[in-house]
């Protein structure tokens, strides 16, 4: 029995589908769990104080380097801090500086990448050749030199890795508009009078939505990583303020002693990333199932 | 050919013009006053005018461009207010060392990504196509400073088989440590790196071998592995080719939080060391020369592209 | 649906060539889909002896390129279906290893793809794709490998082949890279050639003489071809005999002479008049016949040309007719409850109104 055989194109290859098995994509099981444990990670640090969780910044001398007990589910850290709600708290500079950055790309790249599609001509030549000279500049150097200087506080960071983020966002975006830009719905649309306006958040925007979410999701997960990296470079938000990135940073010292410590930031970072880039995928896929039928 | 290198060089030069302006503007702009670096803050206005001079520093900015660029262009990095290193020395120091952790971390990488592709192609959806598949989205979720963290607590503080942090020794001095320091790093490298090639791959793979001219190659009663390896790797391997030129850019000053955490003295660590000591002119020398790689870089994986692809010189 | 088989005798043979080749019998082929199972070959017959030519034709859909390529043994495994038989040379194809089957690719049995622009590995010189061929299916050394592909490239009418020998596909013109197809297909000298509509991608000269070229080289080579198209004009004057197909189902077949002499199905009149013009672009689909082809998921009952059908009766669209023997020509079979009378036939050249 071949291999290839499996795989290779039928006579018809519009029917084939690309793993030649047919079956719909769908999403999983597995979706709607992450789903669920993004939805839960985002609620749970919304709501922080209102969930009972003890002080973040507390100290307690009397209870350090703790594995989990059931006073601390999660243990406590070189100071005694709860980790469980350490964690939490930590949630929220991930979520703003992953979302909030990504936003930023967004709105103005994004926009930029579908205006740029949608009317061609001069605008795209010049914003894209901006944009290809932006990306061979090295985003990652200037973002920590920037912050480095600049200072580091949550919202510098966003600011500044969501500015960083625009060149690639709008590439990203202009690709996904191009392909439906010329498509007979658009020219219709035109020739009925449609405005510019309308037919972008109207007949464009629709269209490209869910390429935009799979690579909003997928850049989010980028982002908390990056805000990671800061962190262990000292350059993120500063102690005691508790993020994922401080808290696997510090965790370090006591390594040998406490490894609880470095596991449950780590462990919620990767569950979190992970759920990012299986729902950004899923999206996609699905999106592309979709996009063949047309 | 030659007409399309031609042009790309062209674009080549223009991209390194403006890349030299943004690095050069980037650091004029950002706050920070080297005279209180080099001088305490609490000295007079009046030697403080004198360093200006000395530096340059009191000309109008487009002349410093043009000052700073005809050095570099000389090779003269400027040198260091703090370290008096110069930058030219810094980076020779370093360079090396991320030319070794990309060579060894690639390797590893493209060695494992390729086959494993190559594997999971062949029957989309079987049982290795699924688990490496899954297995690639764990690693995505898997930042570098992770991996780190819990490498060191299994194989440094409980296993003892590679050194911890802090112990890299020079390949001039004692090659085999220095390889043994380097395994560790260049691992979390490499996790990064595969996950990138081994999903490119497998999806472009999957998507050649439905193209008409295989259906004709097997028609020719080709073997699978030759067709594989001579029919399907070559016009699926572009975009796996453009993403390393990519990777191995960004590893180059990427690698930092793996050189910092392991004090590796590479680029990546003395960019950080240089950015804590607000150390301008090193850190500007070190983002001009990351960005010069990462352009030349792309313009060598254009000049593979013609070579995989003959179509594409062709306009 | 045919039980019988497609008799041999009163077929014009090569007076060298004498036995069967190739022999399909009752052949299936299906497949999976989201939507259901997909009847794309449904119990076709056929039989070709050595040296000899048949012309596949039906409009598009009809299953000519699943039936091509069922003979060949070369359809995606995992979602399709097969029954029936195919003995090649003595070989049956249906069910058969890859192994096997790899024996007989390019070696006996070699095919021309529909399109030079897709079927051409875009990466890879004119010289390897032709040699790795020799290669594998005979003993030849690098230099004999190259130097019978530079005779095989004059052959097919390539000008200056030592040099377009080093090209790549890209380099060539549509009308070059079928020729280079053809010379790819015919290295190892194969008994059996399947065309599966060689010429559509190309302008219409260049179709005359590709056409022109396999029938030569067929000629010299006594080489039995299968040449499948859209287009009866095409297969007019260049087959010794002729199936015509209909969603999935031989509906008649004759031989070429008395096929346009006599046909009997008012579809194969249908496919004659809606022969493509010369000022249409190449590789139209075929909507000239009027009414949409059948779902072949869920076939209509009766005859499944039925609800296009001038001529169909109660009984047409109820009862699915058998392929049967012509009562004047033993040799004639066709699938039809409402033949169109004798010698109604249109010729080849002239275009008849349409029905
Ligand atoms: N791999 C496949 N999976 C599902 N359906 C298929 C597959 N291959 C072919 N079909 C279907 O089988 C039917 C016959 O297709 P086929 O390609 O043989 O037609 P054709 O006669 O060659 O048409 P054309 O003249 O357009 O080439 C079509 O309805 C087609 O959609
Ligand atoms: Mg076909």
Aim: aromatic content about 8%.
């Amino acid at each position: 029995m071949s291999d290839i055989a499996a795989t290779v194109a039928s006579a018809a290859p519009e029917a084939a589908d690309d793993d030649g098995i047919v079956k719909k994509k769908k999403v999983g099981v597995f979706f709607w769990i992450f789903a669920g444990w993004v939805a839960l990670v985002v609620l749970a640090s919304i709501l922080a104080p209102l969930l009972g969780l003890q002080d973040p910044n507390n100290a307690n001398f009397d209870a350090i380097n703790q594995g989990p007990t059931t006073a601390h589910l999660l243990g406590t850290d070189d100071l005694g801090r709860d980790i469980l709600s350490r964690v939490i708290y930590g949630a929220r500079v991930s979520l703003i500086v992953g979302f909030g950055a990504m936003t930023i790309g967004m709105i103005f790249g994004g926009t930029l990448g579908m205006v740029a599609a949608y009317r061609r001509g001069a605008v795209d030549s010049f914003v894209s050749a901006v944009s290809y000279v932006m990306l061979a500049f090295p985003a990652l150097v200037a973002v920590i030199a920037i912050v480095a200087f600049w200072g580091h506080d949550i919202w510098k960071i966003t600011i500044i890795v969501g500015i960083a983020s625009i060149p690639l966002v709008y590439r990203v975006v202009r690709a996904a508009t191009l392909s439906y830009a010329t498509r007979e719905f658009v020219t219709a649309a035109k020739s009925q009078g449609a405005t510019d306006i309308r037919i972008l958040t109207r007949e464009l925007l629709p269209n490209v939505l869910p390429a935009i979410i799979s690579f909003f999701l997928i850049g989010v997960a980028s982002v908390i990583i990056l805000e990671g990296a800061l962190a262990f470079l000292g350059l993120s938000v500063q102690p005691p303020t508790a993020s994922w990135g401080n808290m696997i940073s510090e965790s370090r010292t006591y390594l040998s002693q406490n490894p609880w410590l470095a596991l449950f930031p780590s462990l919620a970072m990767f569950l979190f990333l992970i759920a990012l880039n299986l729902i950004g995928d899923s999206l996609r896929q699905v999106l592309d199932v979709q996009d063949s039928k047309l | 050919m030659a007409k399309f290198l031609f042009k790309r060089a062209l674009a080549l030069i223009a991209i390194l013009f403006v890349v030299s302006i943004g690095t050069f503007f980037l650091i004029h702009l950002l706050p920070g006053d080297p005279t209180v670096t080099i001088l305490g803050p609490n000295d007079t206005a009046h030697n403080k005018a004198v360093l200006l001079q000395q530096l340059g520093l009191n000309k109008p900015i487009w002349q410093q461009y043009w000052i700073w660029l005809g050095n570099v262009l000389t090779g003269n990095l400027g040198q260091s207010f703090i370290t008096h290193a110069t930058v030219t020395s810094t980076l020779a120091h370093a360079v090396p060392i991320d030319i070794e952790l990309v060579i060894i971390s690639q390797v590893l990488a493209l060695g494992i990504a390729i086959p494993l592709a190559i594997a999971s192609a062949r029957r989309p959806n079987g049982l290795l196509d699924r688990v490496s598949t899954t297995s690639s989205f764990a690693m995505l979720a898997l930042p570098p400073f992770i991996i780190i963290v819990f490498l060191v607590l299994i194989f440094s503080i409980h296993f003892h088989v590679f050194p911890g942090p802090g112990s890299y020794v020079p390949f001039t001095q004692n090659p085999w440590s220095n390889l043994h320091t380097m395994i560790l790093p260049a691992i979390v490298l490499a996790v990064g790196s595969i996950v990138i090639y081994f999903r490119l791959l497998r999806g472009d793979l999957i998507s050649t071998l439905q193209e008409e001219y295989i259906t004709m190659a097997r028609s020719k009663g080709l073997s699978d592995r030759y067709i594989m390896w001579r029919h399907a790797l070559r016009p699926s391997s572009l975009s796996l080719l453009a993403a390393a030129g990519l990777n191995i850019g960004g590893l180059i000053a990427g690698a930092f939080v793996v050189e910092y955490l392991l004090a590796i003295p590479g680029l990546g660590y003395a960019l950080v060391n240089s950015i804590q000591q607000v150390d301008y002119l090193t850190v500007q020398g070190i983002t001009l020369f990351v960005a010069v790689v990462v352009v030349v870089l792309n313009f060598i994986i254009d000049f593979l592209f013609t070579i995989l692809d003959p179509r594409i010189a062709r306009e | 649906m045919s039980g019988e088989l497609v008799v041999d005798e009163g077929f014009p043979t090569e007076e060298e060539t004498q036995g069967l080749l190739l022999k399909v019998t009752d052949l299936k082929t299906s497949f999976a889909t989201p939507r259901g199972r997909v009847r794309a070959v449904d119990g076709v017959s056929l039989e070709l002896g050595r040296g000899e030519t048949l012309g596949i034709v039906g409009e598009s859909g009809s299953g000519k390129t699943v039936l091509s390529r069922s003979i060949m043994g070369l359809l995606p495994r995992r979602t399709t279906t097969q029954s029936g038989s195919i003995v090649f040379d003595g070989t049956e194809i249906v069910g058969a290893e890859d192994k096997t089957l790899r024996t007989l690719w390019g070696a006996k049995i070699a095919m021309v793809f529909q399109d030079p622009m897709t079927s051409l590995n875009p990466v890879v010189r004119i010289e390897r794709q032709i040699t790795e061929s020799l290669r594998l299916h005979t003993s030849m050394d690098k230099a004999e490998a190259k130097a019978t592909a530079i005779s095989l490239l004059g052959q097919v009418g390539i000008p200056s082949p030592t040099e377009r020998v080093r090209n790549y596909p890209h380099q060539l013109s549509g009308g070059m890279r079928q020729r280079v197809t053809i010379a790819i297909a015919l290295a190892c000298s194969p008994r059996l050639l399947l065309a599966d509509e060689p010429t559509t991608g190309l302008d219409v000269t260049v179709q005359a003489q590709i056409l022109d070229l396999l029938s030569s080289l067929q000629q010299e080579r006594h080489m039995a071809v299968i040449l499948v198209t859209h287009d009866l004009g095409v297969v007019a004057t260049r087959t010794d005999k002729i199936a015509v197909m209909y969603a999935g189902r031989i509906v008649e077949t004759t031989t070429t002479r008395r096929l346009f002499a006599d046909m009997a199905m008012p579809y194969t009149k249908a496919l004659l008049n809606s022969t493509p013009r010369i000022s249409d672009p190449s590789h139209t689909r075929l909507t000239a016949i009027d009414g949409r082809p059948p779902d072949l998921i869920n076939p209509p009952p009766g005859c499944a040309f039925a609800p296009r059908c001038e001529s169909a009766t109660d009984q047409c669209r109820t009862e699915a007719p058998p392929l049967r023997p012509a009562p004047s020509d033993p040799t004639h079979l066709f699938a039809c409850w409402n033949p169109l009378p004798g010698g109604t036939a249109g010729r080849v050249t002239t275009l008849e109104e349409s029905p």
